[in-house]
């Protein structure tokens, strides 16, 4: 039903002199998507107050209301042409009074946790990139087709943008940070399996997607699929999900995720996660599930390595040392890493497998396929862990889909099923096998991917075979030079 809406959009936006990528394309769209849902939604909670015969009082005055401004209706409920704003008019609007009024909520809010807080956030990062107060006008009415008022809407709505987050890997190495495969982040959380009451954190957001995913799980039911009481639907909105992200645009766009998804306020927080020391972590900050895919191939600077207790310059093992400390004693993790983590020798690398296998239990490694991440120049395998417990046995399956992956042919739910059935048991099968702690090099730890089931012995051909076949290929070489001599003449 939207689907269109959203090209039509992306189309204006083409057009325009300030918007010359994907990434600004959904983020240009992402505040408007937020103005209007948050129009919708104080329109919802009015007609609700009215039933009940008392006053809302609206978070954003009248004439910042985007039917003030956006779109102004007349008393048919059309488009008001006459009244609305366009060309430079509307560009000086937005630039230097609605933007600096929207900005202003975060110091007027009570606590960051409210939706006022996260208003003033979102305007304090994000600009108006749109040059044209045309462009912007044509977009605006098409937003406006939008609507926000149902589940199903919603749904679709989610969906969409998702689609739209997943696109902006084509826009460049940074926008691919932002999008984890939802196949791989559903088989996660189908082997986490989050419960209501608990607490799930990603300290590396991106654009919010395995808490968007555990949110979908949790609200159907989870692996039991009940129905939710009206507290479960209380806590599963306010004290189940927090995140943290560095990056002001995939802030913006981690927050418009979650609420599409249909949390009113996400508990995201805009800061470089790195930055805190590890000292700092009480009990009263820890969670019972991380779900979470760090930026691997980073560097940080030697200030922030000094934050961490095994000091290295690698994003994904600084922000692995987080994870274990942020988990509570007996807390679950699944988390994406670089292949690179399980066979590295250098001492940062040695010493923190040696951490990892001692305070939690590495119960299980999937080694994911070439091109899992599309635009990644590099391997990633999946850490399953419990906080509280020695490693005794780490149980691995190597993901073989059949098929090289591709933009065109990426990672689907089916892919993943064999592996979610077999690690409920941690059976042997052609692509799994375990593997004892006590097997491991004492000075190494190594844990590379080894199939024990595949040999990886490379039979050889003698020389004088391929000597041979040398001298057989040049005959046919021959020939074949010959007859075209023949067909042209010498």
């Excluded at 306010?238 to 996400?266: D, Q, R």
Aim: net charge negative; charged share 30%; hydrophobic share 35%.
């Amino acid at each position: 039903m939207f689907e269109q809406t959203f090209k039509n959009i992306d189309d204006i936006l083409h057009k325009d002199a300030g918007c010359s990528s994907k990434l600004d394309y959904t983020e240009q769209t992402s505040w408007m998507l937020f103005l209007k849902y948050l129009d919708d939604l104080e329109f919802a909670k009015s007609q609700e107050a009215e039933l009940m015969k008392v006053e809302y009082n609206y978070i954003i005055d009248e004439e910042h209301r985007w039917g003030s401004w956006a779109a102004p209706k007349t008393d048919l409920g059309e488009f008001d042409h006459d009244n609305a704003l366009t060309g430079d008019d509307l560009i000086d609007y937005v630039d230097q009074e609605l933007f600096p009024y929207l900005k202003s909520f975060k110091q007027r809010a009570d606590n960051p946790n409210t939706i006022e807080y996260k208003i003033g956030e979102i305007f304090g990062e994000i600009k108006n990139k749109i040059q044209s107060g045309y462009s912007l006008r044509d977009a605006l009415e098409k937003v406006d087709e939008l609507r926000f008022r149902s589940q199903k809407e919603k749904h679709e709505l989610s969906h969409l943008y998702e689609v739209k987050i997943k696109n902006m890997g084509n826009a460049g190495r940074n926008g691919g940070e932002y999008y984890t495969p939802r196949p791989l982040i559903r088989a996660m959380i189908d082997i986490v399996q989050p419960q209501i009451g608990e607490t799930i954190y990603d300290g590396a957001a991106g654009s919010a997607g395995f808490l968007c995913e555990a949110y979908d799980y949790l609200r159907q039911g989870g692996a039991e699929k009940k129905q939710l009481k009206s507290d479960e639907l209380k806590t599963l909105q306010e004290s189940t999900f927090y995140a943290k992200e560095k990056k002001s645009l995939a802030y913006v766009i981690a927050i418009m995720n979650m609420i599409l998804h249909g949390i009113e306020a996400p508990n995201v927080v805009h800061t470089n996660t790195l930055a805190e020391n590890l000292q700092d972590i009480t009990p009263s900050s820890q969670h019972d599930i991380v779900l979470a895919n760090p930026p691997f191939g980073g560097k940080e600077r030697k200030e922030i390595q000094q934050n961490f207790p095994i000091k290295s310059s690698e994003t994904a093992f600084l922000f692995l040392q987080h994870f274990i400390k942020s988990l509570k004693p007996g807390g679950r993790a699944a988390i994406v890493i670089t292949n690179t983590f399980l066979s590295k020798t250098d001492n940062a690398t040695v010493a923190l497998r040696r951490e990892l296998l001692e305070s939690c239990n590495l119960h299980t490694v999937l080694d994911c396929p070439e091109k899992t991440f599309l635009g990644a120049g590099v391997r990633t395998v999946v850490l399953f862990f419990v906080k509280g417990e020695a490693t005794r046995s780490t149980w691995f399956y190597k993901l073989n889909p059949g098929r090289s992956l591709g933009k065109t042919n990426p990672l689907n739910d089916d892919d993943l099923k064999d592996f979610i059935n077999l690690q409920k048991s941690g059976a042997d099968s052609d692509n799994s096998w375990s593997l004892s702690r006590r097997d491991l090099d004492e000075d190494t730890l190594d844990l590379s991917v080894h199939n024990p089931h595949v040999s990886d012995e490379v039979i050889l051909r003698k020389p004088g075979e391929i000597v041979e076949e040398i001298i057989s290929l040049d005959q046919q070489s021959e020939v074949i030079l010959a007859n075209i001599q023949k067909v042209f003449g010498k």
